[in-house]
């Protein structure tokens, strides 16, 4: 079974320019998290979609950062303007509907804001 | 109150030895509990999930759940070098008629060979 894909696996801009994350799930799983995480911190849920509808996004700074899921598949996650504090591991992960706690997480987007 | 706290160590511990790992919740209705772990530079995996009171284990780990205290512990008998890692508590609560999962900020084992 393929696990949780992540692209890119590490990213360097500068403030104020724009990023994009992508994530595949697991196929068949309806639902999908963005979780920032922050070094020497948990992982912080940014978004959560079931299929593709936004179930839950209240800690999503929504000036700067925006996601989507496409036919509740893939999806991706944008940053812009970037700032200093959003440096951090960008990890998304998946679950069947009903099981949320068996996540399965991708190896995670490192982003550097310089 | 955080949700979910942890002592963010490190903890270290002696190879052989038992690791003993603690977590409190906040939310009373909180569902389901979770142990993950996760190596430096690495994403963080499930290793244990409780539901009941009592303890559960799986093979040298076992997990303990007090509802009443709010609390949730991690045992790690024998503990082994390749258990060094940051271990993450993660609580499932519904609320808004979906299901989340919260995670603490986690505790940094060193097991000293």
């Known amino acids: 079974e393929a696990g949780v894909a992540q692209s890119p696996r590490y990213k360097i801009i500068e403030k104020r320019q724009s990023v994009a994350f992508w994530c595949n799930p697991i196929?068949?799983?309806?639902?999908l998290y963005w979780y920032q995480q922050i070094l020497g911190q948990g992982p912080k849920l940014l978004i959560q979609?079931?299929?593709?509808?936004?179930?839950?996004d209240s800690q999503l700074p929504k000036d700067r950062f925006s996601a989507e899921r496409l036919k509740g598949v893939d999806s991706t996650l944008k940053i812009q303007p970037a700032k200093l504090e959003d440096s951090a591991v960008y990890l998304c992960?998946?679950?069947?509907?009903?099981?949320?706690?068996?996540?399965?997480f991708g190896s995670g987007t490192q982003l550097s804001v310089l | 109150q955080k949700e979910v706290e942890q002592n963010s160590g490190p903890l270290s511990v002696p190879e052989g030895a038992i690791a003993s790992l603690n977590c409190t919740y906040s939310?009373?209705?909180?569902?389901?509990f979770f142990w993950y772990r996760q190596y430096s530079g690495k994403s963080p995996e499930l290793i244990m999930f409780i539901y009941s009171n009592g303890d559960k284990e799986d093979g040298r780990f076992t997990a303990q759940l007090n509802k009443a205290s709010q609390y949730v512990s991690l045992l790690i008998r024998d503990s082994q070098p390749s258990d060094s890692a940051t271990y993450l508590c993660?609580?499932?609560?519904?609320?808004?008629?979906?299901?989340?999962?919260?995670f603490g900020t986690g505790t940094k084992l060193q097991v000293i060979p």
């Open positions: 979609f079931q299929n593709n509808g936004v179930v839950d």
């Open positions: 196929s068949g799983h309806a639902t």
């Open positions: 992960a998946s679950s069947l509907q009903g099981a949320p706690e068996k996540l399965f």
């Open positions: 939310d009373r209705g909180s569902q389901s």
């Open positions: 993660a609580v499932k609560r519904v609320g808004g008629g979906y299901q989340k999962v919260t």
